[in-house]
């Protein structure tokens, strides 16, 4: 076995080599590889690499097959064979002796040689670990917990990585002035100039300032400021771009923008120090380069990065003092949360940043934004984009997903419906799905064959399944080519009725033609009623059509009159007819906030009290469903302070939460009801039906709820509410349509049984005259339903009396229900 003079073993390590030199002869070849050496460390037990190696289930015979397996077909060697290492082994034995030297120790040791063995993703035992199902990365964390060996040496040369990944992290040559920063850093302008950059549209503005900033003589270090999902890292994208193409002040021109990775930075340093001393390194690394522009993007991670232990210091403060000489120019992102929370606190942080804020793209920026990444991601979804898709991703992302912001929430919905669509015509392809099926069997077959031994079928299994996968890319290539999938309107929908819950229904039918039948789609469940049923539906198609003010919410009633005639199930009836579900409906029971303490929970508790992470019981509902009715059951129940609140959303639409969020109501509806005036009613017995002049009567019911409402509320709630509506006390006939109503749920409930029941009009009047209450109006109905259909109903069923296929009649006979079957 030969090797280069220069390295030095221990006795140990030594040993391993002449075990790996054996098990390369064994498997018929004169190069030791890693895989040999992966073998041989599984062969010993008296040191960490080999207990690494046990610990996670793995013995020298499992690796034996994987060497058995490649070797197959091979000759057999000759007696006397000459043995050396492989190319890829001797620079990783080089590698080891250099972290051998770098820990102190003039000798390679087994700690020294397991890590840059296994650490080396290119390496054939790199990848038998991957085969045997190994996780490297979790069994590195663990064995450098175990050895508590310093690897930095080897983190700051980038040796160990593969080459392609060498050049992705953007590692240059031994001769680079910034190894340090190279290692932790990545190269943006490195990536613009082979075109991994998105390019960037519009943002003229934020760019000039910037360049304006960083040609400055001092303080020419600028942060850009702005609301999650505005563009603040892709105007950093386009400086790079700016950069390459040398479209920037000559001062700037052939610089490099290195994106510094404050994670990776932290990564690895566990003892006190050592964080310092690689941010010291990176500093001193760009002030000697001229050529260098940092850019930490969430720039606010650098408070407290690094510090809080054993007095070490954070990335700010060690930064601070560069910034002052100007010996290092910078570029960061942040939110106005972040920036006031963290950099504001910090003014001598703060005097050196040049704050630039980036707004909110408007809608037809955004269009623009889009359909300049159009061909990005027609290329890596593989089909088309219609420019109508464009329009209804920055359309729908503005009306559905208002607590997001432009660019990034239209971004995101053109992107995710382009998955869908690429992964729907992926299903729907025959040979696909044929090729997956038939890798999935193979798999399976070579994990059986491993588990008995089978080495020619395991050879002849994966020799099969290289031919399918090339088959299948083959396809894949030839169907890129011809493929006219195209990502339409309608395919954005469906995703933003994923995210938002809506139906799609209701958001492709004409919204007009909808608005224009709401009343007939109301009273389908609310029975009569028909002053409020207009007024609410008027109120919505002036919403809708853009008459109203688009800053209050869609509409807002407050619902009044006898119990039992309506109120609640027309917010259901809403719920359901303008957002699609009932599901949409956020009832809140205002009697649990009569008291004033009470009232912070409709918000969020403050902070330092008990629930603040928890947020507000209203505003939490509100923020996850913002297209939704919000119904504010027995509100003169309610804490004086609550009116507060409620004057806010009801003026401006929207209401600040603990946390300091802004919860947008402007897509809701609310209904407040209220018994307000019931008592007095009951008392005066104007209730019910059956009065000879029910006008007169509603005139004076609607009269005396409406004085004492005006004695229980303030002028300005009552003058932000849109409609006042008092409900008429219910008619006989509307009474006998509940009834109908009510016994239709049963009626379809027993269909599934194949069972016909009809209800005939005797029926519904004797159940309307001795089921419905004055004082509690329709809500007994349901239970004289439950005890004079369900319950006898349900005891002919199981007594065997009805049977499937039969047809059931309900009727009336000696002033009682009877039941006719045929």
Do not use: C
């Not at 990005?376 to 359309?395: P, T």
């Not at 007009?512 to 039948?517: I, Y």
């Not at 019931?678 to 004076?700: H, I, N, P, Q, W």
């Not at 509410?721 to 379809?748: G, P, R, Y």
Request: proline share 3%; charged share 30%; no cysteine.
């Amino acid at each position: 076995m030969k090797y280069n003079n220069r390295l030095k073993f221990t006795p140990t390590v030594e040993a391993i080599l002449s075990e790996a030199e054996q098990i390369a002869l064994e498997y018929k070849t004169t190069v030791i590889g890693s895989g040999h050496l992966l073998a041989a460390f599984a062969d010993f037990y008296d040191n960490h690499g080999s207990a690494s190696i046990h610990n996670q289930g793995l013995e020298k015979e499992d690796i034996d097959i994987e060497l058995e397996t490649a070797s197959l077909g091979l000759p057999e060697l000759p007696k006397k064979a000459t043995t050396s290492f492989s190319p890829r082994l001797e620079e990783l034995l080089e590698l080891s002796q250099y972290l051998a030297n770098e820990n102190g120790k003039n000798e390679i040791g087994t700690d020294h040689l397991f890590y840059i063995l296994v650490s080396d993703s290119d390496s054939y035992a790199h990848r038998i670990l991957n085969t045997l199902g190994v996780n490297v990365n979790k069994l590195l964390k663990e064995f450098l917990e175990k050895t508590r060996l310093d690897i930095r040496p080897i983190m700051n040369r980038k040796a160990v990585l593969p080459a392609s990944k060498r050049q992705a992290a953007g590692a240059v040559d031994p001769n680079s002035k910034t190894p340090t920063l190279d290692s932790v850093a990545r190269d943006m302008t490195k990536l613009a100039r082979d075109g991994k950059m998105d390019p960037m549209i519009g943002r003229d503005k934020e760019v000039e300032r910037v360049l304006q900033i960083l040609s400055r003589r001092t303080k020419n270090n600028p942060v850009l400021v702005g609301e999650p999902g505005v563009g603040k890292t892709a105007i950093a994208e386009g400086l790079a771009i700016k950069l390459v193409t040398n479209d920037v002040p000559e001062d700037l021109q052939n610089k490099r923008l290195m994106s510094l990775e404050i994670s990776a930075v932290l990564a690895g340093t566990k003892f006190r120090g050592e964080f310092e001393d690689r941010m010291t390194a990176i500093i001193d690394e760009v002030s000697s380069s001229d050529d260098v522009i940092l850019f930490i993007d969430e720039i606010h991670t650098i408070m407290s990065s690094g510090g809080g232990m054993d007095g070490t210091l954070d990335a700010s403060n060690i930064l601070k003092p560069a910034l002052a000489r100007g010996d290092l120019q910078l570029i960061g992102s942040t939110t106005f949360d972040e920036y006031q929370k963290k950099i504001e606190k910090d003014s001598a942080l703060e005097r050196r940043l040049a704050r630039v804020v980036v707004e909110e793209p408007s809608a037809d920026d955004t269009v623009a934004i889009l359909s300049g990444l159009k061909s990005k991601y027609e290329e890596y979804h593989n089909l088309k984009i219609e420019d109508s898709a464009i329009d209804a991703a920055v359309k729908n992302s503005v009306r559905y997903m208002p607590n997001r912001k432009l660019p990034d929430k239209a971004i995101d919905l053109l992107d995710e419906a382009s998955a869908r669509v690429k992964i729907n015509n992926l299903e729907h392809d025959g040979t696909y799905q044929k090729a997956q099926e038939d890798l999935k069997a193979i798999d399976e077959k070579i994990n059986l064959a491993f588990l008995s031994h089978e080495l020619l079928e395991i050879k002849e299994l994966r020799e099969q399944k290289s031919l399918i996968e090339k088959k299948l890319d083959k396809h894949l290539s030839r169907k890129k080519k011809t493929n006219d999938t195209k990502v339409t309107e309608l395919d954005i929908i469906e995703v933003v009725s994923d995210l938002s819950g809506v139906p799609v229904s209701q958001m492709t039918q004409s919204e007009a033609s909808r608005l224009v039948k709401l009343e007939s789609e109301l009273h389908e469940r609310v029975i009569g009623q028909d002053e409020a049923i207009g007024a609410v539906s008027r109120a919505i198609r002036r919403s809708r059509s853009g008459v109203s003010d688009p800053r209050r919410p869609i509409g807002s009633f407050m619902f009044l009159g006898p119990t039992g005639v309506g109120k609640t199930e027309l917010a259901k009836a809403l719920s359901a007819s303008v957002f699609g579900s009932e599901d949409n409906l956020i009832r809140v029971d205002m009697s649990e906030y009569m008291e004033k303490f009470s009232t912070s929970r409709l918000i969020g508790a403050p902070p330092g009290y008990v629930g603040f992470d928890e947020g507000g019981q209203l505003t939490e509902k509100v923020r996850q469903k913002p297209y939704s009715v919000v119904l504010l059951d027995e509100i003169e129940k309610a804490h004086p302070d609550v009116f507060n609140i409620l004057l806010q959303i009801l003026d401006d639409g929207f209401v600040t939460d603990s946390k300091g969020r802004k919860i947008d109501f402007r897509n809701t509806i609310i209904i407040m009801t209220s018994n307000i005036g019931a008592t007095a009613l009951r008392d005066e017995k104007t209730v019910g039906f059956g009065a000879k002049d029910s006008a007169a009567d509603y005139k004076a019911m609607k009269s005396r709820i409406l004085e004492e409402l005006k004695k229980a509320y303030r002028p300005e709630f009552l003058n932000r509410v849109d409609e006042t509506l008092v409900f008429h006390n219910l008619t006989e006939d509307e009474v006998q349509d509940i009834v109908k109503l009510m016994a239709k749920s049963v009626i379809e409930r027993l269909k599934e049984q194949n069972i016909n029941l009809k209800v005939t009009p005797t029926a519904a009047k004797h159940i309307a005259k001795t089921g419905f209450d004055p004082e509690y109006g329709a809500r007994p109905l349901r239970r004289a339903i439950q005890r004079e259909f369900e319950d006898k109903l349900s005891e002919k069923l199981l007594a065997g009396e009805i049977k499937e296929g039969d047809t059931v009649t309900i009727g009336v006979s000696n002033d009682k229900i009877n039941f006719k079957v045929k």
